[in-house]
């Protein structure tokens, strides 16, 4: 029973310790994830590499909350007081090309993060459905740069059910793809 006992405080402690050096080295990695810049690129007729001061000049998009919960239903705190601006508008400044009529209904928006973390989006979605009003890169918390554990840019979808999937932390690059004939 005593025995018992202590090994179960052992392996408290171990986990305790393992804990901590995993969030060390979380901090640690998330400076080298940082990203400054996002490229537009793919089915676009100007394709874009943009900073944050790029950012800065299309027509602002504010959201002051954002309840974030993960894909297991855990709820992960919130965004709060965030400036970005639109998918949308991102894109339509790097114009998609669809030269036919129905080529939009056939294309995906696919955000890319600098740890290989990857989020799509239907052109239908972002363009010709609620959900698209609330899908922002943004780059300002408080008016101030975003810290290492999102990257200076980053991207969220205000408006799904669980929205820690599309918070897409440390963005790198939007890729516009017709994928299917
Ligand atoms: N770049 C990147 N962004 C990401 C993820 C990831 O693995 N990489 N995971 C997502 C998921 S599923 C969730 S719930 C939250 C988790 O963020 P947190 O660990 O800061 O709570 O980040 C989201 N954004
Ligand atoms: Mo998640």
Not at 160 to 165: C, E, F, L, Q
Request: hydrophobic share 45%.
């Amino acid at each position: 029973m005593r025995l018992k006992g202590l090994r179960i405080v052992f392996a408290v402690l171990t986990l305790g310790a393992a804990g901590t050096s995993f969030a060390a080295d979380a901090s640690s990695n998330a400076k080298d994830l940082v990203t400054t810049r996002v490229t537009v690129t793919g089915a676009v007729e100007h394709p874009l590499d943009l900073a944050v001061a790029d950012l800065g000049r299309l027509p602002p998009h504010r959201i002051t909350e954002v309840p974030l919960i993960c894909q297991s239903g855990a709820n992960r705190g919130k965004l709060e007081n965030i400036r970005g601006v639109r998918l949308r508008d991102l894109l339509d400044s790097a114009t998609i090309v669809a030269p036919d009529h129905n080529d939009v209904k056939k294309m995906v928006i696919i955000a890319t993060a600098s740890d290989g973390y990857k989020v799509v989006f239907s052109w239908s979605e972002l363009f010709n459905s609620p959900v698209g009003d609330g899908v922002v890169v943004f780059f300002e918390r408080d008016g101030m740069p975003l810290a290492d554990d999102e990257g200076r840019i980053a991207l969220v979808s205000a408006a799904d059910i669980r929205t820690g999937p599309r918070h897409v932390k440390w963005l790198q690059g939007i890729e516009v793809r017709k994928i299917v004939d």
